[in-house]
């Protein structure tokens, strides 16, 4: 159980497209999802908070009217990069908070991740 | 705040030895904390994690760490490496139940060699 998915798992866009990131929890319901983007060889950085039904809450230096988070469904966030540029260009992984994971402490679930190529 | 540290961003070990991933952490309140295991061009896998009670946690793949709140410290260990161990170790903290995400340190590299 605990599975989280992400669609799609690579893209490649052109530069000023926007595009858009999928992020499932497949068998449990998820108020709370999160949104990391690692550039390569270095760590996860936090992006933005997503709670189902509410407006997500972006991390300092994020800003919200590029990368649109909506957490419509307690199973589906989405994240859109708007007029992408080739600095936009990451891997970008969303987690998944399972509230009743290992004994009633949150635990998140990460998904495989998506990489992102702006031209 | 809240901050992860790993001692060493690569750590070479020969097939069989002992497997050490150093992590120290700093948070206000008792944290949780997390070790997370990352192949290449793939998601996070959950390797263990620490909440309350036993101190010493067993996770998947033969992986265990032990919180010492003494010395602010979430080591990673393994007695006998295997090929397969070679990835990206992320340990991570967070303020638990708060809903909060996960603070990640910058990652170990870890090879094992035959």
């Known amino acids: 159980g605990a599975v989280v998915s992400q669609h799609p798992s690579w893209v490649i866009c052109k530069s000023g497209t926007s595009v858009k990131i999928e992020c499932r929890s497949l068998d449990f319901q998820a108020t709370t999802m999160f949104w990391y983007r690692q550039f390569p060889k270095q760590s996860l950085m936090l992006m933005a908070t997503s709670n189902e039904g509410s407006k997500a809450t972006y991390e300092q230096g994020v800003e919200k009217d590029k990368f649109l988070i909506n957490h419509a469904s307690l199973t589906l966030s989405t994240l859109t990069v708007t007029s992408a540029h080739p600095e936009d260009s990451s891997f970008y992984i969303c987690?998944?908070?399972?509230?009743?994971?290992?004994?009633?402490?949150?635990?998140?679930?990460f998904g495989p991740g998506t990489r992102l190529t702006v031209l | 705040a809240q901050s992860v540290t790993q001692l060493g961003s690569h750590v070479s070990v020969s097939e069989g030895a002992l497997v050490l991933l150093r992590c120290n952490y700093s948070?206000?309140?008792?944290?949780?904390l997390f070790w997370y295991v990352q192949y290449p061009n793939q998601g996070l896998q959950l390797l263990l994690k620490y909440t309350t009670g036993a101190t010493l946690v067993k996770g998947i793949n033969g992986f265990e760490a032990e919180f010492k709140k003494s010395e602010t410290s979430f080591h990673l260990t393994k007695p006998s490496a295997h090929m397969s161990d070679a990835a990206e170790y992320f340990c991570a903290v967070s303020e638990g139940q708060a809903g909060t995400a996960l603070i990640f340190g910058k990652g170990t590299t870890l090879s094992v060699s035959s």
């Open positions: 948070s206000s309140v008792p944290p949780y």
């Open positions: 987690s998944a908070r399972h509230p009743l994971a290992g004994g009633g402490t949150d635990t998140q679930y």
